[in-house]
């Protein structure tokens, strides 16, 4: 008799790092039930991967979750995550963030599985301390037009939290820094995608303020490897963790790794800079080191850079990239 597959349930499973997550629990063996409303996530993005151990339910867990699904693990990656999204309609945001969470908490303690709960790096606002460690509580303004995500992710990890403290649920909140890699949307907003769209276009690249600010750039698979460790941690590591690459990059830096590996001609433009966005950013990742068996990201910005790049060229062949958003 063939043993019962370990169940995996994604929510947020169609977007992109959903969809990077999904196609490794397949590879590891994983039944995966994927679960998305598809409003910022795409279904091409997991088509390929239907089949007898991957099911897709579109469905938005705002609202109460079908009856009958079980999980041995859940990560909630459901929530739009970047500023062009989740600025358009800031309430649903607050509700994916909040709402939706509750909800997938609730699976995790009726199912009595481990839940991964991907909080951000926005958490600590614009920050006063540098780098960034876990136990720094963040610069954040409650009432910005940044606030329906920054502050929606930390009433998330409250939530998580008062789970486990209450109820016992094993919760895992991961706080992820600036990813980029293949299976980015070349509208999400994020200035990896938008600098690689402007550029293969040869439109002027848009940097916001000075270009001094800076990111640190961690590849998909690198961040992927960190959850799946992450969730099978003992049940006393709650986090949260910093999952980043500590390689600190100016935006400026950026934009002239992007220009030299297209080879575009793209000149840079400065527009002014947004309300509230962070000037600096980097991750002390020594906690996640530590907890994930020495777990640190191995993929070099250029790298990575040049398989994005390679992924957009054909996502994007005989398609106009005239229209493009910035963050």
């Known amino acids: 008799m063939q043993d019962k597959k370990h169940i995996s349930v994604v929510a947020g499973g169609a977007g992109f790092i959903g969809s990077n997550l999904c196609r490794r629990l397949l590879h590891d063996g994983r039944h995966v039930v994927c679960i998305d409303n598809l409003s910022t996530g795409c279904f091409d993005n997991v088509q390929s991967m239907v089949g007898d151990d991957f099911e897709f339910i579109r469905h938005d867990i705002t609202e109460p ?127 990896v995608s938008n600098f690689i769209t402007q550029a293969l276009s040869g439109l002027p690249i848009t940097i916001y303020g000075d ?24 049940k006393d590591v709650t986090g949260p963790v910093n999952l980043g690459n500590p390689d600190e990059r100016s935006v400026n830096e950026l934009a002239d790794m992007v220009i030299a590996l297209t080879g575009s001609h793209s000149r840079l433009i400065h527009t002014p800079l947004p309300k509230d966005d962070p000037c600096r950013r980097r991750p002390d990742i020594s906690l996640a080191g530590r907890l994930l068996g020495g777990w640190h990201p191995i993929v070099e910005l250029e790298d990575g850079l040049c398989k994005t790049l ?18």
């Open 65 to 191: 979750l079908p009856i009958g699904i079980h999980a041995d693990e859940i990560y909630n990656l459901a929530c739009p995550a970047s500023p062009v999204h989740y600025q358009r309609n800031p309430i649903a945001t607050t509700k994916a963030a909040v709402i939706g969470t509750l909800n997938m908490l609730e699976l995790a303690k009726a199912s009595k599985c481990p839940i991964l709960q991907s909080s951000t790096s926005e958490v600590y606002g614009n920050p006063n301390v540098h780098p960034q460690t876990e136990d720094y509580n963040g610069n954040v303004n409650p009432v910005g037009v940044r606030s329906c995500y920054d502050e929606g992710k930390r009433c998330a990890e409250s939530l998580c939290m008062d789970y486990h403290r209450q109820y016992g649920v094993n919760v895992k909140i991961v706080r992820i820094f600036n990813t980029y890699g293949p299976g980015m949307a070349s509208d999400d907003g994020r200035v």
């Open 211 to 234: 270009g001094s600010q800076t990111r640190s750039f961690m590849y998909i698979d690198d961040l992927i490897e960190a959850l799946v460790r992450m969730t099978a941690t003992a």
């Open 310 to 327: 390679e992924y957009f060229k054909t996502k994007t062949k005989g398609k106009n990239l005239a229209n493009v958003y910035n963050c």
